[in-house]
């Protein structure tokens, strides 16, 4: 059984919007840091969104703006809205802990991401 189960992958056009959720059977999410990371074929693993302990996130330059974390403790779930997607956004993504940093690269473990594919 994973610790890390992601949803809410898709194929949608240059514009549209996802949502993407993280869901653990181990983790009580809001008692970690929690993020999100991104990887395309041939293309280096990207952090795209991180939410501390605290609440508060931090992005890349390439999703600020375009991308929320959050997380709701009543079902234990991480999310990933995206907006405003751009055929660039196409890549598997996968929830990881702890991971407080978007740029962190020493999480423990992550889900068997979702894909999400964007069309001009």
């Known amino acids: 059984q994973r610790e890390l189960v992601e949803s809410g992958g898709g194929s949608v056009q240059s514009g549209g919007s996802l949502t993407l959720s993280c869901t653990s059977s181990r983790y009580i999410l809001e008692s970690y840091c929690m993020g999100w990371f991104r990887q395309a074929p041939g293309n280096v693993r990207e952090g795209v969104a991180a939410i501390d302990s605290d609440g508060s996130t931090n992005y890349p330059d390439s999703a600020k703006g375009r991308f929320a974390i959050s997380q709701d403790s009543a079902t234990n779930t991480l999310y990933l809205q995206m907006n405003s997607l751009k055929p660039e956004d196409t890549a598997m993504y996968f929830c990881?802990?702890?991971?407080?940093?978007?740029?962190?690269?020493?999480?423990?473990?992550w889900g068997q991401g979702t894909q999400v594919t964007v069309s001009s």
């Open positions: 990881a802990v702890p991971m407080c940093r978007f740029n962190d690269s020493n999480f423990t473990s």
